[in-house]
């Protein structure tokens, strides 16, 4: 699915990522993890980039439309699905295809009574689900997903996670949660200023690759 060889990613002339080679394969689920500036944004972006007809992207700051509800929201995944008549329509009278094709995903992620509520009103942790939800019903072959559970609880980060990782066919997320990433994927890529630390399997991952990784003491 991506096949990168040495690619550099700078902005405003600054360098972000560099010399970066990666390939990820179709079934992969893959969580990338690293300090805050690292490069995890860009290097999902580069991704998105390079596969966004294939791909659904979920957004760090959710990019939701406040004063829609959540059912909208959500039905936003496949606006390039429908006729601007069809979507224009659907914004006014949401139509019965669309609420049944949702509700698994409404009923998965804890939202059914919140359907209709305008996102403005919920919670962060129910915006950001919004935005899971979103990416799910798009139903795309590959999803990618930046911090997609950084404001929901542990329990129900468990239940997003799995969901993900049962719906994409392939997965890559970036995520600041070591622990929560360790439990859920099985091939971790450390990113460090801008290059790949390491890209191994769970099993390889050890206690001096973390800690180099975070400059731990």
């Known amino acids: 699915m991506f096949h990168l060889t040495n690619i550099s990613v700078a902005y405003d002339d600054k360098p972000v990522l560099h010399n970066i080679s990666l390939s990820i394969d179709e079934g992969d689920k893959v969580v990338l993890i690293g300090q805050s500036g690292a490069g995890k944004s860009t290097l999902l972006r580069k991704l998105y980039d390079l596969q966004k007809r294939q791909a659904a992207f979920i957004h760090q700051d959710y990019a939701l439309v406040p004063q829609l509800s959540t059912f909208h929201n959500i039905y936003m995944g496949r606006l390039d699905q429908h006729s601007i008549f069809y979507n224009a329509w659907t914004l ?61 609880d542990p329990q129900q980060s468990d239940i997003v ?15 600041h949660d070591v622990e929560l990433a360790l439990r859920h994927f099985d091939r971790i890529i450390g990113l460090r200023n801008g290059h790949i630390a390491f890209n191994l399997l769970r099993n390889q991952v050890t206690d001096a690759h973390l800690t180099e990784l975070f400059n731990r003491a």
């Open 92 to 152: 006014i009278h949401p139509q019965k295809r669309e609420r049944d094709e949702m509700a698994p995903i409404l009923d998965a992620l804890d939202l059914t009574d919140k359907q209709n509520e305008r996102v403005s009103e919920l919670s962060g942790g129910q915006q950001q689900r919004v935005a899971v939800g979103r990416a799910l019903y798009r139903n795309a072959k590959i999803i990618l997903g930046d911090e997609p559970v950084s404001a929901i």
């Open 161 to 175: 996670l799995n969901l993900l990782k049962h719906h994409a066919g392939t997965l890559v997320l970036a995520m």
